[in-house]
Structure formats: structure tokens, C-alpha cells
């Protein structure tokens, strides 16, 4: 998952989408009462009914003008029940939602702006059972709470033991610094989608030496990582105490940033589920592959903690979830078992054994679980939205 | 004697294709496009110029036969000798040309050696812009798969062929050269001529579309080969080209997870039918300035925008690259991507400054990998009476 140059989305308020699903045309819409089709052009908006059952419908939305459009069903106070964006000229988009009986309002926006094109749409009452929205919206409302509070928390406990790690590192006790570093960068790890989406913090704080671009100066926890196992690499000269204190403290004031920043954020349900998928694809990209702690080998910890935040976020979905697609989150928590049992058999005291510690049939079975765990995880976000 | 051509096989129109050897530029730049490759760099292991001289000559001899669906050696696979082995290993017997065109290019090594020192005679001849290529973010580089002295790219319709090419080829450079690395290619991803219709990389997105052709002949000479005054050490190399390969290795399993609107997001252009999310149809341009709900519909950081020539100072290149899985790796991920290959007029202005801004800001950058990396200054074409590389060394 890609997130650094979206970072403005955190700031965003409260779900709208709250039962949404858009998706591509390629996927066959169920048919039935549910299918309608709309075609927006600059300025008519024709939608092939007025009026289906309740349930589960797919608007399949054409542009047919030259601006990019939007397609939007409101309810009649005006809330948004499901919206489709960026549907350039001649594309095709899907939106699926979930309508109970009422009257409802269609609406393409082709320029995305003023009202749009309006008609009134009537779901009728049919059998098949569609959850209010007001009990959805608590259990939306609660989820994003929920992760608010652990993002925060997160983010103070990692500002706390950064100071502790710098001070040790600056003063020169080396091994305690060790010790103090896979333990603080856990919870950097256990946030790390939200924590690298500021792209201008990110490359300073967490950049490994291979990210780095011609001329561009490698500072951060890798730096200090580097300084301290220098048993990989060649020729190393180790940082003198006046280098040392000029890193740790711009790592330290770096963070600073960073937590204040992050107290300004509120989330969605569905950067929630797409931050878990997030944190599993960095599992798979860096942490399975011991490509992240090149020079200390404590990838590991970082598994652990992106796992952590994987489920955290998971967890507090959950409520949603059980509603929507049980089966998913009886697999979720099953593959999270089978993961973490994988995970515990590497324990070493507080931490975990170092990477190349591990045979490569070990490596090859965490990998294994990541994959199982990923797949399902991938479809979560559609599913809580759904 | 048994000769490839004159043997029947059940060819399609392709597999009977032949290219001509010799012309003004080297076959297998502007060429259609083959369906396969197999491509291979090689360490020049002989200190003498003569040695490698007289190499150049036999691998003009091989390949000029070879991509006439001849055998590689004049006496043929099972026409020689009993008590010999064949000068030609085998494998193509029955096969036709199969479009194969041999393409040969020189790299920094050739013309000097890791401290710098001359090693043929070459270094005042060694063109400005072929040097070792610098580090983008996101290299990993394998050295096994990285570098070499002289490459040598075989494409053809016919997997077989191509191997069986790069095979003799490096048979008859043994004691003079020694394989440095190799890559197999199992599915063009470019199309270089208006004929052929666009194929798709491992993403499954359509790649290549708004690739240089062949018939853009004035956007050649400005892009692709390298000019007269260009380079005034480097005079041999006009009509020439630059080549940078590089392995870039997808992470398949995470892509295959991204949601579709999300993939689609990150080329800039819809999987279907790969029209740009501004609308139309494939061929129709990007509107990089039409507005979408959070900023342009097609993003800053989508490949499509990150590389478009509009924000690269016009430049363009002639991408040739490969589809490629090498089985999988030791996490039991494919190990899989695209084996870049792009000819260009000169790697500072044509293809740096392009793979920073990638790296910089193209979303797709998070699901690749790259393991091997090289450059080659590819010479001009070999004319009659010739042997390839002759501008340099003749």
C-alpha cells in the first residue's frame, strides 16, 4: 500500500462512505432488482429506474462527457449513503450499496462541483434485512475511537523511549542503547502506515541507506542503527560523540514533529482496515525478508509490532465486520493465531531471536503465514464498508 | 547439409520470419518486438586486442547465420565429424530464423578496467556518457546480475532460438570471454511498431503504449540513436545507440492484493483497456491537468504522470523490455518482473534524470525491486564486408 503523498487524507473528518463499495466494471454486478445503470454527461444524469427493492444495489456509472463526474445516493436528510469519484470521460465505475426502504436522491456531479444533476430514487420494501444506519454509525464511531487512542498512545510511548534511547546513545553506553532500540522503533512499527504518510518525516526518520538518492543525507534511526552493529559493513567508520549527538538529536526533534502532528489526526473505518492491510504488506515487503534492520538483525521486533497494529486496527473493525462478513472475521482471527504462534516460537526473553538467526525453512514458514493472513486481509476494508 | 532453413517445421508466419543482419543500425532496436529473449553480458577475460577482435569477427560470422536459420558453425550440428563435437550445438535443428536478430553493445569495462587503467587501447575513444550508471533509491543490486563488458541480446519468436543463440555464441567466446550473467524473457512487454498490438507486463497492466515505434523516424533520430556530433571521442558510436538493462523485480503476492481502483490508481491508467483515467481510449494522451476529486484525476505519482515525457523534458525512450519469472525465491514468492531494456540517444539526459523522478515520486516504486542494472553503448549497424564494433576497434 502506497501511502506517503496521501497523508492529507488522515485529516479528513468522519466516514461518509459508510456503506460504500466502489468498484471497476470488471466485476459482475449481482443481477436482479439491484442492477441500474446511469449515464453522466455534462448535463443530464439518466438513471435506468427510479425506484428497486431493498437490499443490495450496483448503480454501474457511465461518463459519457468530457469532464471527470462523480455519482452520489443520498438519503432525503442529504447524508451520503455511497458515492463513486474520478470517473474520467468515457470510464465506467461501479457502486454497490446496501439501501433499506426510503426515498433517496441520485446525483451526478460531472466538473465535481456545485449540487449536481438530482432525481429522486425509491428503495421499496423487500425481505431482505439491511442494518439501520444508526447502529452502524456507533459501532463506526467507536472503531474510530478506538484507533485514535492507540495511534496516540503509540506515537507518546514512542516519543518517550526514543529520549531514553538518544540519551544512552549520545552518552556512550552502547549497550544499553541496543537494547533500547528495537524496543522504542516497536512502536514506530506498530504505526508505521500512519506514522511514514508524512513524506517530508519519513525519509529523515526511517530511511534505510539503500532509499537514499544521489547527494541526499542519511540521518535517522538506520543511521544510528548502522553506528551501533557496524559489524556488516566494510571499512566502517564509527560516528564521533559530536556526530553522534547531532544525529540523535535530529532524530529525537524529528519525532517530536511527528507526535504533535499525529495528535491532529482522526481516522476512518477505512483507513483503519487499509492501515492493517498496510502494515501486513510491510511485514511481507521488509520485515519477512530482513531487509529492515540490515545492520542490527532485529526485524523481528518490527514483525511483531506491525503485527500488532495490524490486529489492533482489525480488532476494532471487528464489531463492523461480524455484521457484515463473519466468515471474514473468523478467518482474520484464525490467520492471527496461526501468525503469532509462528512469531512465538522465536521468543528470546522480551524480544525475539535476531534474523539470521532463523534457518531459512523458518523464514519460509512466517512468510507462508503472512501470505495466508494477507489475502483475507486485503478483502477487509471493502467488506467493513460494504 | 542438414540446414536449419531448409528443414520443414509447422511455422507460423512469425517463426519464418528473418530479419536482416547488417544495415545502418543494428536489428533488434527498431525491430518488431519479438515474443522472446534471452539476453547475456559478458567479462572480457583476454588481455589482447587481437583475441578480442578476432571474437567480434567469429560473432558477427555466427550471428549473421544464425539469424538466416542457419546453424552456428559452418559445418552444422550432425554434419561434421564423428569424433568432434558439433559446431553447432543442436537444439535449433528443424527450427526456423524465428525473427531472431543478435544485437551487440560495449560496456564501461571494456574500455577500462576497475582502477581506471586503459585495456585495449580503447579509454580515449570511451564515450562521455557511458559510465557505471549511479544508485537510485530503490536499487538492490545484485553484482552477479549487474554490469559487464559486452552484452549480447537475442530475441526471437521462438524461445528456442533465442537460447540456442546466446549458447553458440557464448561457446565460441569461451577463453576470450566468460558469461557474466544472463536473462531469460518469456513475453515482450513493448511494441515497437504500429503493427503490433500492446501486451502486458506481470502487473497485468498494458505496457508500452506510448512507446517510440519505428515509424517515428525523426523522434529516432532525436531519441534512440546516438548523432554525428554527439560525442566528439566517441565518433564510432554514431548511428549507435546507448542500452540500459535492468532487473526489476515486482513484489507480485503485494501488488496482487492491491484493490483493482488502487492498481489502476497507481499506473494512471484503467487495467481493461488502458485508457488513461482521464478517458478515451489507449492511444488517447493523458490529461495530466484534468481536475479529479483530490487533485488531477490521474495522480502526481501515478507511473503514467511520474514518466510521461511532458514531465521530462520531452525525452522518450525506445523501451524493449521482457516479462520474466525465474521460478521463486526463498520465501516461495515469484520471483518475477520486468527485465527493463531501453535504447536511447544518451543515458544523462534520456534515462537518469527519468529513473530519479521514479524513483522520487512513482507510486509503483513500492512493488518493485531492482536487482541488476547496466549500461551498454550499442554501435551502429554493420555494414557489408563488416564485423560488428568495427568503428571502434577497425
Known amino acids: 500500500m502506497r501511502i506517503p503523498l496521501l497523508a ?133 464511531h467507536a472503531a474510530e475511537e478506538h484507533y485514535g487512542g492507540y495511534v496516540q498512545e503509540q506515537s507518546d510511548r514512542l516519543l518517550a523511549k526514543t529520549g531514553k534511547f538518544v540519551s544512552a546513545y549520545k552518552a556512550g553506553d552502547d549497550a544499553a542503547a541496543r537494547t533500547l532500540y528495537a524496543d522504542a522503533r516497536t512502536h514506530w512499527e506498530r504505526i508505521e502506515t500512519v506514522a511514514e504518510s508524512f513524506g517530508d518525516l519519513d525519509p529523515k526518520l526511517d530511511a534505510r541507506e539503500a532509499d537514499l538518492e544521489p547527494g541526499q543525507k542519511w540521518t535517522g534511526w538506520h543511521r544510528i542503527e548502522k553506528d551501533l552493529w557496524p559489524a556488516r559493513a566494510e571499512r566502517y567508520a564509527a560516528l564521533s560523540t559530536k556526530q553522534r549527538a ?113 534457518s531459512p525453512d523458518q523464514v519460509k514458514r512466517l512468510a507462508g503465514a503472512v501470505n495466508a493472513l494477507s489475502e483475507p486481509l486485503s478483502r477487509l476494508t471493502a467488506a467493513v464498508l460494504s | ?107 564501461p569495462g571494456l ?53 540456442h543463440a546466446i549458447r553458440n555464441l557464448a561457446r565460441i567466446g569461451f577463453g576470450t570471454v566468460a558469461v557474466r550473467w544472463s536473462q531469460l524473457g518469456f513475453g515482450r512487454t513493448s511494441t515497437t511498431s504500429t503493427d503490433q498490438s500492446t501486451p502486458r507486463n506481470l502487473f497485468g497492466f498494458k505496457d508500452g503504449t506510448a512507446n517510440l515505434k519505428a515509424q517515428e523516424t525523426a523522434a529516432l533520430d532525436s531519441h534512440v540513436w546516438v548523432g554525428t556530433g554527439d560525442d566528439a571521442r566517441a565518433g564510432w558510436l554514431a548511428g549507435g545507440s546507448y542500452l540500459v538493462a535492468r532487473r526489476i523485480n515486482m513484489t507480485i503476492e503485494v501488488w496482487d492484493r492491491q484493490p483493482l481502483g488502487d492498481q489502476e490508481g497507481f499506473i494512471g491508467r484503467t487495467k481493461g483497456t488502458g485508457a488513461p483515467l482521464s478517458g478515451g481510449d489507449e492511444f488517447t494522451e493523458p490529461d495530466f491537468h484534468l481536475p479529479g476529486a483530490d487533485g488531477p484525476v490521474i495522480s502526481r505519482d501515478s507511473h503514467v504522470s511520474a514518466v510521461h515525457p511532458a ?47 521514479m524513483a522520487r515520486i512513482d507510486a509503483l516504486m513500492e512493488y518493485l525491486k531492482v536487482t541488476g542494472s547496466a549500461l551498454f553503448a550499442v554501435p551502429p549497424g554493420v555494414r557489408p564486408g563488416e564485423y560488428v564494433g568495427q568503428s571502434l576497434l577497425g
Open chain 1, 8 to 140: 492529507a487524507l488522515f485529516l479528513t473528518v468522519p466516514a461518509v462512505a459508510a456503506c460504500t463499495q466502489n468498484t471497476n466494471g470488471g466485476t459482475g454486478p449481482e443481477l436482479g432488482g439491484g442492477a441500474i445503470t446511469v449515464t453522466s454527461t455534462n448535463d443530464v444524469c439518466e438513471v435506468s429506474a427510479t425506484e428497486a427493492p431493498a437490499g443490495k444495489l450496483t448503480f454501474t456509472v457511465t461518463n459519457g462527457g468530457s469532464e471527470v463526474t462523480e455519482f452520489y445516493l443520498l438519503g432525503e436528510d442529504g447524508r451520503i449513503v455511497g458515492e463513486v469519484e474520478n470517473i474520467g470521460p468515457n470510464l465506467t465505475r461501479e457502486l454497490v450499496v446496501n439501501a433499506a426502504a426510503g426515498k433517496y436522491v441520485t446525483t451526478c456531479k460531472p466538473g465535481m462541483s456545485g449540487k449536481g444533476i438530482q432525481a429522486d430514487f425509491t428503495v421499496t420494501p423487500s425481505d431482505v434485512a439491511v442494518a439501520t444506519s444508526s447502529s452502524q454509525d456507533q459501532l463506526i
Open chain 1, 246 to 358: 547531532v544525529y540523535a538529536d535530529d532524530l529525537l526533534a524529528n519525532t517530536r514533529t511527528l507526535d504533535g502532528r499525529i495528535g491532529k489526526l482522526e481516522f476512518t473505518v477505512d483507513q483503519i482496515a487499509n492501515g492493517s492491510r498496510g502494515l501486513l504488506e510491510e511485514v511481507a515487503k521488509a520485515k519477512v525478508t530482513g531487509e529492515e534492520e540490515y545492520w542490527s538483525r532485529t526485524d523481528l521486533w518490527d514483525f511483531q509490532a506491525n503485527v500488532d497494529g495490524a490486529r489492533v486496527g482489525v480488532e476494532g473493525v471487528e464489531p463492523i465486520l461480524q455484521e457484515k462478513d463473519p466468515a471474514l472475521a473468523k478467518t482474520l482471527s484464525a490467520r492471527f493465531a496461526e501468525l503469532q504462534k509462528l512469531l512465538d516460537a522465536q521468543r528470546v526473553g522480551n524480544g525475539f531471536r535476531y534474523y539470521d538467526e532463523l
Open chain 2, 1 to 107: 547439409m542438414l540446414g536449419r532453413a531448409t528443414e520443414d517445421a509447422a511455422a507460423s508466419p512469425a517463426a519464418a520470419l528473418t530479419y536482416p543482419f547488417r544495415g545502418d543500425h543494428q536489428a533488434g532496436i527498431v525491430t518488431p518486438a519479438q515474443e522472446r529473449l534471452h539476453f547475456a553480458a559478458f567479462d572480457v577475460t583476454t588481455k589482447s586486442r587481437g583475441r578480442l577482435v578476432a571474437l567480434l569477427k567469429a560473432w558477427t560470422d555466427a550471428a549473421e547465420r544464425m539469424t538466416r536459420g542457419l546453424s552456428a558453425g559452418e559445418i552444422g550440428p550432425v554434419e561434421g565429424a564423428v569424433n568432434l563435437p558439433p559446431d553447432d550445438t543442436g537444439e535449433a535443428i528443424g527450427l526456423p530464423a524465428g525473427g531472431l536478430t543478435i544485437t551487440f553493445g560495449f560496456g
Open chain 2, 111 to 163: 574500455f577500462r578496467d576497475a582502477h581506471g587503467k586503459d585495456r585495449f587501447g580503447l579509454a580515449d575513444r570511451q564515450p562521455e556518457a557511458l559510465r557505471e550508471l549511479p544508485h537510485f533509491p530503490g536499487d538492490n543490486l545484485d553484482p552477479a546480475r549487474s554490469g559487464g563488458d559486452l552484452c549480447v541480446q537475442a530475441c526471437a519468436e521462438d524461445p528456442q532460438v533465442a537460447v
Open chain 2, 311 to 357: 514531465h521530462n523534458d520531452g525525452v522518450r525512450m525506445l523501451r524493449r523490455g521482457y516479462n520474466f519469472v525465474d521460478g521463486t525465491d526463498a520465501l516461495g514468492g515469484l520471483n518475477a518482473g520486468l527485465f527493463f531494456l531501453a535504447y536511447l540517444r544518451d543515458p544523462r539526459t534520456h534515462f537518469i534524470p527519468v529513473q530519479l523522478r
